[in-house]
């Protein structure tokens, strides 16, 4: 594990107020992914039928492909922007991010699925989505 110095450690406050931005980057992410999905299964389909030029270039199929590159772009952008905040994203169809937070004296994750309208788990940090526990009503200020 990193040295706790450098990691960002979050209060619930501080997890709860990122999660109408997580959300919605959620649902992107989600949409770019189905996206990608399709479009390569029309890349592959062209790549079959489609004729090229005297070149050897297929127009179609170039601007299919550069359609699918900018689309998987802006899905990794939307994945690094949630990793800037200084959580973690980990899986995608769950919508799970995670928080690092000081616990209980111990640093642990607070985690979060879509849908939730705040964070009420937390887990371990070698834990995961099925080890989380409920954060303890005591601990739910802050």
């Known amino acids: 594990m990193e040295d ?3 990691l960002k450690l979050f209060t619930l406050e501080e997890a709860n107020k990122l ?3 997580l959300a919605g980057l959620i649902q992107q992410l989600r949409q770019e992914r189905d996206k990608i999905l399709a479009l390569e299964v029309e890349i592959d389909a062209l790549e ?3 004729p090229k030029d005297e070149s050897g270039a297929a127009p179609v199929l170039d601007s299919k492909v550069e359609e699918y590159t900018n689309v998987v772009h802006g899905f990794y ?3 690094d922007e949630i990793h ?3 959580c ?4 995608i169809d769950l919508g799970l991010v995670d928080f690092y ?3 209980q004296g111990r640093v642990v ?3 979060w699925k879509s849908g939730d309208l705040q964070v009420t788990y937390w887990h371990e940090i070698g834990g995961g989505y099925l080890s989380r526990q409920p954060i303890a009503p005591g601990q739910r200020n802050g």
Request: charged share 10%.
């Open 4 to 6: 706790a110095s450098q």
């Open 19 to 21: 999660i109408p931005r």
């Open 48 to 50: 079959l039928v489609t």
């Open 77 to 79: 952008h939307g994945v």
């Open 84 to 86: 800037s905040y200084g």
């Open 88 to 91: 973690f994203l980990k899986d």
């Open 101 to 103: 937070t000081l616990y």
């Open 109 to 111: 994750y607070l985690c």
